[in-house]
């Protein structure tokens, strides 16, 4: 498991105490995997989109006795629910994970979020919301 998805979970971690996202499964999606089907609660897929890592010296040429890794993520979280139940449920859950993000990440990592509006999942027969954020970290040390 990489440095950004360790971040991931801590984050994820940190949501899981909500106490209104107690009924909420979270999953990981891992490659081509989608969430179970059939739905049959509200079900968390957290997946990374993108991810990028540069290496560098912390202030250039001029100083390279800091050396640092800086590491960006682009993250995913889609919450379905079955199509059996109204948006309103979903909508609350999708507010309280974008309420949630803000105290979960502790080292201040997320540069951003948002969410998408209620979508349909024929295959899963599912309705859906995707919250994404966006991650930057650095790891520096002493070279």
Not at 60 to 78: D, Q, T
Not at 116 to 138: G, H, K, L, Q, W
């Amino acid at each position: 498991m990489n440095r950004i998805e360790k971040q991931v979970d801590r984050i994820i971690a940190g949501l899981k105490i909500n106490e209104a996202l107690k009924n909420v499964r979270f999953i990981r999606e891992y490659g081509s995997d989608e969430a179970p089907s059939p739905v049959n609660g509200m079900t968390a897929v957290v997946s990374v989109r993108d991810m990028s890592t540069e290496k560098s010296y912390i202030g250039g040429y001029l100083s390279p006795s800091i050396k640092g890794e800086s590491y960006n993520a682009g993250v995913e979280i889609r919450v379905y629910a079955p199509a059996t139940e109204n948006g309103s449920g979903l909508s609350e859950v999708v507010s309280e994970i974008l309420l949630g993000l803000k105290t979960a990440d502790a080292e201040k990592t997320i540069t951003h979020s948002e969410a998408a509006s209620i979508e349909f999942d024929p295959d899963m027969n599912a309705i859906y919301r995707t919250v994404s954020f966006n991650m930057e970290f650095c790891l520096c040390e002493e070279v």
